[in-house]
């Protein structure tokens, strides 16, 4: 007799769910809005969503459910609001001992990698910076995007190639 599998419906399991999948989620989320705020509302409205039907969702397939739903989410703001991506610009506070000019150059390298990487295709920057950022091998990247790791190494493969052509030498991918 095959072993009964757990219920999303146990509070046990629901929470097991959540401290496994809520993180690496927001952040797979983050990395195609570039809004922390934006993507820990939508992580967390799926998870709601995943309570309310706990019943029709199995414990096997909840990291699917989650990844996906959390995906049709962003989009569908995207869709509605019309989102543009913006770039916080980074603050280095003055209490270094560097000198002015170096501050000044490591904020210009830093616009200029954001600026590079915000051109890259949305499906090319997401496995960038699931791999580079978040250190996922491709077959992870495969798994969460629910495509082949062939084409996660065109993705990466094409990414890295745009970066290079437009940051040059200042960047050692």
């Not at 989102?83 to 000198?99: A, F, G, M, P």
């Not at 830093?110 to 295709?121: G, M, P, Q, S, Y």
């Amino acid at each position: 007799m095959p072993e009964k599998e757990p219920s999303i419906c146990e509070e046990k399991n629901y929470n097991k769910l959540f401290r496994d999948y809520y993180e690496p989620v927001t952040k797979y989320i983050y990395y195609k809005c570039g809004n922390l705020q934006q993507a820990e509302d939508i992580v967390q409205n799926v998870f709601i969503k995943l309570w309310k039907l706990c019943a029709t969702v199995t414990f096997s397939k909840a990291k699917s459910y989650i990844y996906t739903a959390s995906n049709h989410s962003f989009f569908n703001e995207v869709a509605h609001k019309k989102v543009v991506l913006k770039h916080q610009k980074t603050i280095i506070e003055n209490t270094t001992h560097e000198s002015p000019d170096f501050l000044m150059e490591i904020d210009e390298f830093r616009d200029k990698l954001k600026n590079a990487i915000n051109t890259l295709n949305p499906k090319e920057r997401e496995v960038f910076l699931l791999s580079r950022i978040e250190n996922k091998t491709y077959k992870e990247i495969a798994e969460i995007t629910e495509l082949t790791v062939k084409a996660i190494e065109r993705r990466m493969g094409k990414a890295l190639k745009e970066l290079k052509a437009i940051l040059g030498k200042e960047l050692k991918l």
